[in-house]
């Protein structure tokens, strides 16, 4: 039976005293991902989102959604967003290098979307937000890609729980629940954010195009 990570989502929110909000380190893959998942964290955390994706197909995709990104930001901080944070949002970006996607993808490039492979490329980069919410002095780290109705949340989850630390907390969460994914297509076309048509890598890019 699978696990309610909503349920436990707002647990963890019911006890957060906002006068004194945790940080937060949000993995985010892309912009229209991320703003559902922001209208249920800014007034709860500190939050950060993290652009680390080496899984993206090459550097001008990684640099469109990364402005994107940077977008948000500007409406969120700037006051036009539909939820004020606690305290103004922040992003941090890694490098790109997509060959540690290949490494990782090695074997299973022939694996169906949701697959192996994707498991192994979510535990590349909820691997790398958890370093640097680590460095960093970060309470919590998530990610934004339960919001896809595409991402195994169950999965995500389990992969999450099993690389938190004493220091960092993994935030459970299932941010498709109450039509999260239909409201960040709402409100990305309210804010006019660049919506990709695949998830991020040359084989969901194949597959969509395949299917097309």
Known sequence: MNFNYDRAFEKVKGEI???SPP???????CAPCSTYCLTQLLQ????TLYYANDNITDCDEWSKRLHEL???????NGGKFVVQPIHPLKLATQDFDNS???NVAKGLENERE???RCKECFVLRLSDTLQFATDNGYDYFGTTLSVSPYKNSQLLNEIG???????????PADFKKRDGYKQSIELSQKYGLYRQHYCGCVYSLA?????Q
Do not use: M, N, P
């Not at 940077?70 to 969120?76: A, D, P, R, S, T």
């Not at 597959?207 to 299917?211: F, G, Q, S």
């Open 44 to 47: 709860h955390f500190d939050v």
């Open 17 to 19: 005293d906002v006068s």
């Open 207 to 211: 597959e969509t195009t395949a299917k």
């Open 100 to 102: 540690r996607f290949f």
């Open 23 to 29: 940080r937060l380190l949000l993995h985010a893959c």
């Open 114 to 116: 949701g697959g192996a």
């Open 161 to 171: 729980l099993s690389l938190q630390t004493t220091a960092v907390k993994w935030l």
């Open 70 to 76: 940077y977008k948000l930001v500007e409406i969120v």
